[in-house]
């Protein structure tokens, strides 16, 4: 008989706004009440670890991302230049986005009232506090309380303006190697989310700094293969929704519920066979340093542009063999980028690391310490396409003469 694992219940964390402010938490606490009590958890890297299962936490994660999706489509349907405002970053954001985090959020802290929440994400409510954002936060408000409303499925009084502020903030932890952290990209691909195009809600789970499980949904995304087709809408129905828990295996479901099917990544091992995936947005990946791979690779097959983390999810069922991403220098990627994505690959059968062949590591905190970019094949082609980056990388490093 196993022996009994006992773990100490995990302390929630908190906005350090919150923390300080006596009113600010107690409202915390009324709004989500968490018990002491908590799953054991074991780590990884011990030698006595024990398989653990994450089905509640799988099936809390796909309720969440589902309807943040709904949430998603419903503003991407009628969208309006007003929807849209500009970070302090000056990046592009929507309600949507907003009300992306809070949906996710919520649901889980509902799902999963017993275990401690720690969530690592993208979206803080600084800007939306601003005097000039007060149409906006009410927008996102209404959005997120009819999509709660409209699913029937949480009995709760709507949520009031200052609840969704509280709500996003939830989602300032640091993660790390320690304890149970969610990672979180309400809309992965906002500038696909704003052309209509592939965008992802893209949500996973660190145990011990290991992903252990994640979800994608993609709406936009055709449930049939986009293979090498440019028109990624030619292919009739779309919105996919990938899933993924640590050695059980990858599936794909629709979004609308239609039965799992397990899935896995392209098998060939020919380079000149491997179709490969990169970002949309040349700003967000150099598409010359992936042609010069696919070059040396003997790659006949143009490159399928789309973005977010939708390329992980095709990926993951055969639609290509490779996806480089190599972003500008000094750029830092974010744990939510790839967290959902890195473990549905895995799963699948696939390979990511980053262009020194090293495994990504999600348990230093919010950021990525990466080798210069992030290359994601199956087993087969990893040896081939490490060589050919790197051989790539060496030659663009030459002055020229």
């Given at each position: ?110 799902e999963l009232p017993s275990q401690a929440f720690s969530l690592v994400a993208e979206e803080e409510s600084g800007d939306l506090r601003k005097e000039e954002s007060q149409e906006t936060l009410g927008r996102i408000t209404k959005l997120v309380n009819d999509t709660i409303a409209n699913d029937g499925t949480y009995n709760v009084s709507p949520l009031s303006e200052a609840d969704v502020l509280r709500i996003i903030d939830c989602g300032t932890s640091e993660g790390g190697s320690n304890g149970q952290h969610w990672v979180l990209d309400p809309i992965d691909g906002t500038k696909g989310f704003l052309r209509g195009d592939q965008y992802a809600i893209a949500l996973g ?197």
């Amino acid at each position: 008989m196993a022996p009994f694992i006992i773990a100490s219940a995990r302390l929630v964390h908190l906005n350090p706004s919150i923390k300080s402010n006596p009113n600010l938490l107690s409202a915390t606490k009324s709004l989500f009440t968490f018990k002491s009590s908590y799953s054991p958890i074991v780590s990884s890297s011990s030698s006595s670890a024990v398989s653990m299962s994450y089905d509640k936490q799988l099936i809390a994660a796909k309720k969440a991302a589902s309807l943040a999706a709904r949430l998603c489509q419903k503003v991407q349907k009628g969208l309006l230049e007003s929807d849209v405002q500009s970070k302090s970053d000056k990046s592009p954001v929507t309600v949507a986005d907003y009300g992306s985090q809070v949906v996710v959020s919520f649901v889980l802290q509902r799902e999963l009232p017993s275990q401690a929440f720690s969530l690592v994400a993208e979206e803080e409510s600084g800007d939306l506090r601003k005097e000039e954002s007060q149409e906006t936060l009410g927008r996102i408000t209404k959005l997120v309380n009819d999509t709660i409303a409209n699913d029937g499925t949480y009995n709760v009084s709507p949520l009031s303006e200052a609840d969704v502020l509280r709500i996003i903030d939830c989602g300032t932890s640091e993660g790390g190697s320690n304890g149970q952290h969610w990672v979180l990209d309400p809309i992965d691909g906002t500038k696909g989310f704003l052309r209509g195009d592939q965008y992802a809600i893209a949500l996973g789970l660190l145990d011990e700094g290991k992903v252990v499980l994640g979800v994608l949904a993609c709406p936009n995304l055709p449930l049939e293969s986009i293979g090498s087709l440019k028109d990624q809408h030619a292919l009739g129905k779309a919105g996919c929704l990938f899933s993924a828990q640590l050695s059980c295996g990858t599936y794909m479901e629709s979004l609308d519920g239609s039965p799992p099917v397990k899935v896995h990544v392209s098998d060939t091992e020919n380079p000149e066979d491997a179709s490969f995936f990169e970002s949309y947005e040349a700003a967000h990946s150099s598409h010359s340093l992936s042609g010069a791979i696919a070059k040396k690779l003997g790659v006949k097959a143009p490159p399928v542009r789309i973005d977010s983390q939708a390329k992980y999810g095709a990926l993951s069922r055969g639609d290509g063999a490779i996806y480089l991403r190599f972003p500008n220098k000094g750029y830092r990627e974010k744990i939510w980028d790839h967290a959902a994505g890195y473990i549905v690959i895995a799963e699948a059968g696939g390979v990511a690391s980053d262009a020194g062949g090293k495994p990504l590591d999600f348990s230093k905190g919010r950021y990525l310490d990466l080798d210069t970019g992030i290359i994601v094949t199956n087993q087969k082609l990893m040896p081939a396409l490490l060589k050919a980056v790197q051989d790539s990388l060496k030659e663009q490093a030459l002055p020229s003469l």
